[in-house]
């Protein structure tokens, strides 16, 4: 109370305010048994909540896989569902949902374009998903307007992939599909590249990346041969832009023999043959590169 | 080392700022360890730019040493001065495989066919962006390095980026890179900035877009803050719409960070109870200017708030979809303009 | 376009409803989460923009005891807004169920005709008029206990009062010298 005089008969007041809160709120200490023995009935709820979910979920997946089994020999006919009424029907429609859900993604991972209606139907929007060697990556989107022709209003693809000069090649305003696979194609070996130059450069310290642009279609490596310590410089050229593979290796050194050796033309082919970070790692193994 | 030499460096430690002057000569590398370690960098600019003087002549340093350092500089604090961007067209075959050592060698034998004496240095920086700084000369005087263009392009991409260009050079540039990036024409993309970053990641689409999908977006989930069961927002849809409307036509997350966005108007003026202005023949100009130090940030608020409606006017969202700041509108699409929308009232 | 109405629905045990209308949506959120904190009866805030109130939350929306409109003075279109949702209140309402709580009115830029206004809103309406501050948490608390005063009252939590006798006492009166600046 010794400030009082120096503050305000306000700020004094709200200051007493808060004093009769925090009185207020004090005896709900008491109450803390209480609250956990209401805690200990909330968790016992839970669980039994849990067990009916993991036994209703057995059942759902006995159901699927009598399911899956219908589908490929579709003459048998179902005869232990008729068990209890309701119950299973429910338990059959979920087994069901199931199913297409996992059609929608195994039709989602073979390249399939998930496309919404928007604006109330005055366009629409694609998405276009990359993945490479099993890894989600970017997802690309094109927004269509679809009148008077059709035309791409708003997309977030990368200004060095030639959307319009694919849109044109492909006939977007009559074959929008062969546009979308040819577009995805390119996507898809964008993305493939780039997770492939950054495997590189993080798997493979001891390999210097000595160029590569943001299309990644030429890519520079410097290696280490380690008996003879000399640097080879190695191009891989993927002038196919649809492709994840380089069309063109080229390699430089200063012992002008070594790319003519069968080694060195061994790992030319393999190097064209399979992705780079992989190829690095079996040349590694044959002691061709430190 | 002459005179001007002297006060290109002078000048040049001016500008960097003080706190990255260390890391900046260390990058620069033209100066020994046991030098390095003699400045002491509490001292005052002038003092370190007198020592950097001596140093500089007793390593025997040209001017060519000094430009080495300015890029450096100019390369870490790009967003100095107004950039322009510009846009090649009509690219040849060959465009998307060229590279760099090859566009170099071109680039600078093209520019010394245009003009003589310059000073071309290329460098290419970490993020595959390729540096190019030109001193320009004449056939009266030395290449002027006080007054240096710097020009920044990434290999296969269409969009060049200038800054400090007159428009004497500029003819003589846009040759130059026409002819070595293999495209056929280029052209004013009518986008500026004093973010270089900001122009850069507008035109690269390097900013998150948002589209709408069937699946819940993070944009949605985002916005549930975790309230009270007590508290309840009324009109919690059409904020949640009018969020997903302005996230669309501006992005999500942290924007390019624009300036100015100039409309320039050349439109018939039309109100019905001022008759002397509407029967006038001449088209009515006025330019809008918008300016803030977050332009999109601030139109996405409006427009997320309310204040704007939405959807966001074509005029407004395609800063974005378009990649520009600088608009001429006029009514029946005569003129040099793309947009051929009436004026919003 | 339905008029939101002070007795169409029955009032529930303890509780007491507070409807935050602000065009700005910045200042009752945080309005909002202090005044759920009082613990002596159930507070529920319904946030909006403007009114009319969306017909699909008739349903779930409880009886409204105290609308309160925040103005920021430093906006037009804060001020404006508010002026268009009060045509959607039910004149049951303005017996002493509405207020007023203005924000920024100490800011330089606020032009003093605009305070002048609300207060001739507020007055002609027969609504109290608070002043809050809405930058610092002890502002936001004062405000909150303000408003919290009237609620109790026009939820009917105080013996021997009611929200019209309470606005009696605190309306806002129509000063007579409005065409100058006054400091009361």
């Not at chain 3, 507070?18 to 200042?27: D, G, N, R």
Request: hydrophobic share 35%.
């Amino acid at each position: 109370m010794a400030g009082a005089s120096a503050t305000g008969v306000l700020s004094q007041l709200s200051l007493l305010e808060v004093k009769a809160r925090s009185r207020k709120t004090q005896p709900q200490q008491q109450s803390r048994v209480k609250e956990l023995k209401a805690k200990v009935e909330a968790l016992r709820a839970q669980r039994d909540q849990l067990k009916a979910e993991i036994e209703t979920h057995k059942h759902l997946q006995k159901l699927r896989a009598s399911l899956d089994k219908q589908s490929t020999n579709e003459e048998e006919e179902e005869e232990e569902m008729e068990q209890d009424s309701e119950h299973s029907q429910l338990l059959q429609l979920m087994a069901r949902h199931t199913q297409l859900e996992d059609l929608l993604y195994a039709h989602h991972t073979i390249g399939g374009y998930d496309v919404i209606k928007t604006r109330q139907g005055k366009g629409v929007c694609v998405s276009l998903a990359t993945a490479y060697d099993g890894v989600f990556l970017e997802t690309y989107n094109l927004e269509i307007d679809l009148k008077p022709t059709l035309r791409i209003s708003r997309h977030n693809v990368p200004p060095f992939i030639p959307l319009n000069s694919l849109a044109e090649q492909n006939n977007l305003q009559t074959n929008i599909r062969t546009f979308l696979d040819t577009l995805s194609r390119h996507l898809n070996a964008f993305a493939a590249r780039k997770q492939q130059l950054e495997l590189v450069k993080e798997l493979h310290k001891s390999v210097q990346v000595m160029e590569s642009n943001v299309l990644c279609s030429i890519l520079v490596l410097m290696f280490n041969v380690p008996k003879q310590k000399t640097a080879v410089l190695c191009t891989l050229d993927y002038s196919d832009h649809t492709r994840s593979l380089p069309t063109r290796v080229h390699f430089e050194s200063e012992d002008e023999k070594l790319p003519d050796s069968p080694e060195w033309k061994k790992n030319c082919s393999l190097l064209k043959e399979t992705p780079v970070h992989k190829a690095l790692i079996t040349m590694k193994k044959m002691g061709n590169i430190v | 080392m002459d005179d001007s030499t002297k006060r290109l460096l002078q000048r040049l430690i001016r500008r960097i700022p003080a706190q990255t002057l260390r890391t900046t000569l260390e990058k620069w590398g033209r100066l020994t360890a046991a030098q390095q370690r003699s400045m002491d960098f509490t001292q005052p600019k002038w003092a370190l730019s007198e020592k950097l003087l001596a140093i500089c002549e007793e390593n025997g340093l040209t001017a060519k040493h000094i430009t080495e350092l300015e890029m450096t500089n100019v390369i870490d604090n790009p967003n100095q001065g107004m950039w322009y961007a510009f846009q090649l067209m009509d690219p040849e075959d060959d465009a998307n495989s060229i590279e760099l050592t090859q566009f170099k060698e071109q680039f600078k034998s093209h520019l010394r066919e245009l003009v003589r004496p310059v000073s071309i240095k290329i460098k290419k920086h970490t993020d595959e962006a390729v540096w190019i700084r030109i001193a320009w000369g004449d056939s009266f005087s030395r290449p002027n390095h006080l007054k240096p263009t710097y020009v920044v392009h990434h290999l296969q991409t269409p969009y060049v980026f200038v800054t400090s260009l007159t428009s004497k050079q500029k003819p003589l540039l846009s040759q130059a890179l026409v002819l070595s990036a293999r495209y056929q024409a280029i052209k004013d993309a009518n986008l500026s900035g004093r973010k270089l970053t900001a122009i850069r990641d507008l035109l690269m689409r390097k900013y998150q877009q948002v589209f709408p999908t069937m699946y819940p977006s993070p944009l949605g989930e985002r916005n549930q803050v975790v309230s009270n069961p007590h508290i309840e927002k009324e009109q919690a849809e059409p904020a949640a719409n009018r969020l997903q409307m302005a996230c669309e036509a501006f992005g999500d997350g942290t924007l390019p960070q624009l300036q100015t966005v100039v409309y320039k108007l050349e439109t018939k003026f039309r109100d019905h109870t001022n008759k002397t202005m509407t029967e006038r023949e001449e088209p009515f100009s006025c330019v809008v200017k918008f300016a803030s130090t977050n332009l999109l940030e601030s139109l996405r608020h409006c427009a997320s708030s309310g204040i704007a409606s939405t959807p966001v006017t074509p005029l407004l969202s395609s800063i974005l979809q378009k990649g520009r700041n600088y608009f001429v509108i006029t009514d029946n699409g005569s003129g040099p303009s793309t947009q051929t929308r009436q004026p919003q009232t | 376009m339905a008029l939101l109405k002070p007795f169409s629905k029955l009032p529930c045990l303890n509780t007491a409803n507070i409807l935050l209308v602000e065009s700005e949506e910045q200042f009752q959120q945080s309005l909002a989460d202090t005044l759920v904190e009082e613990t002596a009866f159930t507070v529920n805030v319904r946030l909006a923009k403007s009114l009319p109130l969306p017909m699909e939350n008739e349903e779930s929306r409880p009886r409204i005891d105290l609308v309160v409109f925040i103005i920021n003075l430093t906006s037009e279109l804060s001020f404006q807004s508010a002026e268009v949702s009060l045509k959607n209140l039910d004149p049951g309402y303005f017996l002493g169920k509405v207020c007023f709580m203005v924000t920024n009115a100490r800011n330089a830029s606020v032009p003093t005709e605009r305070l002048d206004a609300v207060r001739k809103l507020a007055a002609s309406l027969h609504c109290p008029m608070l002043f809050a501050e809405d930058q610092t948490p002890d502002g936001v608390t004062n405000a909150t206990e303000r408003l919290l005063t009237i609620l109790k009252v026009a939820a009917g939590f105080v013996p021997m009062a009611t929200a019209l006798y309470l606005s009696n006492l605190t309306r806002r009166t129509a000063p007579p010298d409005i065409e100058q600046p006054s400091f009361d």
